[in-house]
């Protein structure tokens, strides 16, 4: 697959493509990143990409020009039609199950906005998808793409050290949407806490059932939503649901 970056800042990728786990992925090709910077495409001695919001108002706005250049240069280079992808607050949260179907998508093209947004003429013409990380604004949308493109290469095959590790991430289908269980290693005693004793007992099915409660717990108390979620699609069973009442 491949990943376009529109940015003003192609060198903030640099050591987040060479650093970590991931690197597997982007190093391999699995997933191909290519950086592109819209000044290269902008008119003038000064390159400019971005000017003054009309109706007044403070900040600056990305001018639609120079992205249009840019994205008609990679689409030249594509013959896939790959989406055009803004990160803004209208977007769509970004979620496990949005991930997973990039992760089995050709790829895309990443937008990323810079000081008071985007031009809106250009997202009209060309922006197919929006994503947001949460409720709150970033100076740009450089660390959105990193997210997405962070959470795509970990799940691309042989990327992790053991190859079902993702299976165990929270919000996973495999752990039916809920959140991930407590984890512990060396020593058995550290700052006077324990690791618990079913842990260290070698029975496999206590251990796996202990996780599972565990999992029950932390997402009841903290995302209940999920809990909802997960009972409304028949995901949880009897022993789940009699867990949950006696916690509650």
């Given at each position: 697959?491949?990943?376009?970056?529109?940015?003003?800042?192609?060198?903030?990728?640099?050591?987040?493509?060479?650093?970590?786990?991931?690197?597997?992925?982007?190093?391999?090709?699995?997933?191909?990143?290519q950086l592109s910077n819209p000044r290269d495409f902008a008119a003038g001695n000064y390159k400019r990409v971005d000017d003054r919001p009309f109706g007044g108002g403070p900040?600056?706005?990305?001018?639609?020009?120079?992205?249009?250049?840019?994205?008609?240069?990679?689409?030249?280079?594509?013959?896939?039609?790959?989406?055009?992808?803004?990160?803004?607050?209208?977007?769509?949260?970004?979620?496990?199950?949005?991930?997973?179907?990039?992760?089995?998508?050709?790829?895309?093209?990443?937008?990323?906005?810079?000081?008071?947004?985007?031009?809106?003429?250009?997202?009209?013409?060309?922006?197919?998808?929006?994503?947001?990380?949460?409720?709150?604004?970033?100076?740009?949308?450089?660390?959105?793409?990193?997210?997405?493109?962070?959470?795509?290469?970990?799940?691309?095959?042989?990327?992790?050290?053991?190859?079902?590790?993702?299976?165990?991430?929270?919000?996973?289908?495999?752990?039916?949407?809920?959140?991930?269980?407590?984890?512990?290693?060396?020593?058995?005693?550290?700052?006077?806490?324990?690791?618990?004793?079913?842990?260290?007992?070698?029975?496999?099915?206590?251990?796996?059932?202990?996780?599972?409660?565990?999992?029950?717990?932390?997402?009841?108390?903290?995302?209940?939503?999920?809990?909802?979620?997960?009972?409304?699609?028949?995901?949880?069973?009897?022993?789940?649901?009699?867990?949950?009442?006696?916690?509650?």
């Amino acid at each position: 697959m491949r990943f376009d970056i529109v940015t003003l800042f192609p060198e903030l990728f640099a050591p987040f493509l060479t650093s970590g786990i991931t690197r597997r992925a982007f190093e391999s090709g699995q997933v191909d990143v290519q950086l592109s910077n819209p000044r290269d495409f902008a008119a003038g001695n000064y390159k400019r990409v971005d000017d003054r919001p009309f109706g007044g108002g403070p900040g600056m706005v990305m001018m639609a020009e120079p992205l249009s250049q840019c994205l008609a240069n990679l689409q030249s280079q594509r013959a896939d039609g790959a989406p055009v992808v803004l990160f803004s607050p209208i977007g769509k949260p970004l979620n496990h199950t949005m991930v997973a179907q990039w992760a089995q998508s050709q790829g895309a093209i990443l937008v990323c906005g810079r000081y008071e947004g985007v031009d809106q003429r250009f997202i009209d013409a060309y922006v197919t998808d929006q994503i947001s990380l949460g409720d709150f604004v970033l100076s740009g949308g450089e660390i959105a793409a990193m997210a997405l493109l962070d959470a795509v290469a970990r799940l691309q095959p042989g990327v992790l050290n053991t190859t079902d590790s993702y299976l165990q991430d929270s919000f996973n289908p495999e752990l039916d949407g809920l959140l991930d269980c407590p984890h512990y290693t060396r020593p058995e005693v550290w700052g006077g806490g324990a690791v618990p004793d079913v842990l260290l007992s070698g029975h496999h099915a206590q251990i796996e059932r202990w996780r599972r409660n565990q999992r029950l717990q932390l997402t009841a108390r903290h995302r209940p939503d999920l809990i909802e979620a997960a009972r409304h699609a028949g995901r949880l069973t009897k022993q789940d649901e009699a867990f949950l009442l006696h916690e509650g």
